[in-house]
């Protein structure tokens, strides 16, 4: 039979680990994937800022594509500070805070890359020192855009949106609780020692 300083020793390590994992809460796996999601979103919409200049720089545009161009960088730039959330009258405008049309207003972004390049490779008109794996690059970014944009068409309309909102909600809260909590200890250990304990910080996307 087990010794009674064995059962306090695994009582006290059950309760260490306890208290770290509401100190440093980690998300739950359903919340990881809705911010992998995200992830992908910046990215695509990075990707085809990038293709839209090397267009710009590769390409022999007449005035109408270049501005169809600058349109779609601005695109790309909404759709990163959305995604980032880090202007509010963008992240909190009707049009991208409900993910059905933000998912319609991916695809659209995407169709036009598809659209616009598929045109461009027809007629020709590349200048020469293009090269075919750019025209490729291309390509692949605004179908992935696309795909971006079904996710969530598609997660909006299974009521995804509000499963994320009820996860984020609750790693917040307990984020705020461990945050509570090391600033208690923090000033518990000040008075003992002279100084205080570190608070980490969470990351910026939720």
Known sequence: PASSDDI?????????????????????????????????????????????????????????QYVLRVYMIGFCVVMI?????????????????????????YSFVGTIGISQYTMETVEGTYS????????????????????IGVIYFLMGVFCCQLVYYRVRKDFDQRADWGKRKQRETGKKGLGKRGKKSSVNSNPILA
């Not at 500070?81 to 207003?105: C, D, T």
Request: aromatic share 12%; glycine share 6%; net charge negative.
């Open 8 to 64: 306090e020793g695994n009582t006290s390590a059950n309760n260490a680990e306890d208290s770290d994992d509401e100190l440093h809460p980690k998300r739950t796996c359903t919340h990881r994937v809705f911010r992998f999601v995200k992830f992908l979103a910046v990215a695509a919409a990075f990707a085809m800022m990038i293709g839209q200049f090397v267009g710009i720089a590769f390409h022999l545009v007449n005035p109408i």
């Open 81 to 105: 500070l959305n995604e980032m959330e880090w202007i509010s009258f963008i992240y909190q405008s009707p049009l991208l805070s409900n993910w059905v049309s933000r998912g319609v207003m």
């Open 128 to 147: 020469q020192g293009f090269s075919h794996a750019a025209l490729i690059y291309i390509q692949v970014v605004a179908w992935g855009m696309v795909g």
